[in-house]
């Protein structure tokens, strides 16, 4: 087949969900990235357990939406896949810089960014690319893009906490011999300032665990 491939640019519309006020006595404000499968609205669910007053939450969505198998009721979400990354993740970095634009975020406060499962692969990609400046990044689960590399993450302030949150039974990472891989390449991007985490648990997000994390 005698096929050319093209591209094309044009004005698209995506939602997001925050969870909370922002207010004066917010303490931390939070950027979470959810996994695949997941809708922002129903991601959020999980952060409900932390103090309403002190803790903002925005949740971005992931663009590709598709219907669950195997009843193909419910709908769930992708974020990127190995079909043109590159692409697919400057279209994202462009929506993210929409959201923080349109947040207008204050610079003071405790600023968390969390990514679970595929949600890591944007988050990371996100930071690198823009240099965003946080106190705390929280690996939940998820394996970070390959072609990261220290130099992408030297911005970072020497007060930027690091986490790699996993359980020990992850049937993605641990039981398909990935982990090892992943704690490798995220200490030779944070150095000392990476903290890893283990848990009793699947393939889950371990509330309790990044609660007390960035309580500390």
């Given amino acids: 087949m005698n096929s050319t491939q093209k ?13 909370n006020s922002l207010t004066d006595k917010t303490k931390n404000i939070w950027f979470v990235c959810h996994g695949m499968g997941f809708l922002s609205r129903y991601f959020l669910r999980y952060f409900e357990s932390l103090n309403k007053e002190e803790n ?9 939406k598709y219907y669950l198998p195997p009843k193909m009721r419910h709908v769930g979400a992708s974020w990127l896949t190995k079909e043109n990354t590159p692409l697919e993740m400057e279209n994202i970095v462009r929506y993210f ?14 600023f968390i960014v969390l990514g679970f499962s595929q949600g890591v692969s944007v988050a990371l ?22 072609e990261l ?13 690091v986490h790699l949150i996993y359980g020990n039974h992850d049937e993605y990472l641990v ?27 699947k393939h889950e997000i371990n509330m309790n ?3 007390k994390l960035t309580q500390e």
């Fill in 209 to 211: 665990l990044v609660s």
């Fill in 175 to 201: 039981a398909k011999g990935y982990i090892e891989t992943e704690i490798s390449h995220a200490q030779s991007l944070f150095g000392e300032r990476l903290k890893i985490h283990p848990f009793d648990g």
């Fill in 125 to 146: 990609r996100y930071l690198a690319k823009r240099e965003i400046l946080c106190n705390q990044i929280i690996i939940h689960s998820g394996k970070i893009p390959h």
């Fill in 7 to 19: 591209e094309i640019s044009y004005q698209t519309s995506n939602t997001y969900e925050t969870l």
């Fill in 56 to 64: 903002f939450i925005i949740a971005p969505q992931a663009p590709s």
């Fill in 149 to 161: 590399n220290p130099l992408d993450f030297k911005y970072l302030s020497d007060k930027t906490q």
């Fill in 97 to 110: 810089d929409g959201l923080f634009k349109q947040e207008n975020l204050p610079p003071q406060g405790n």
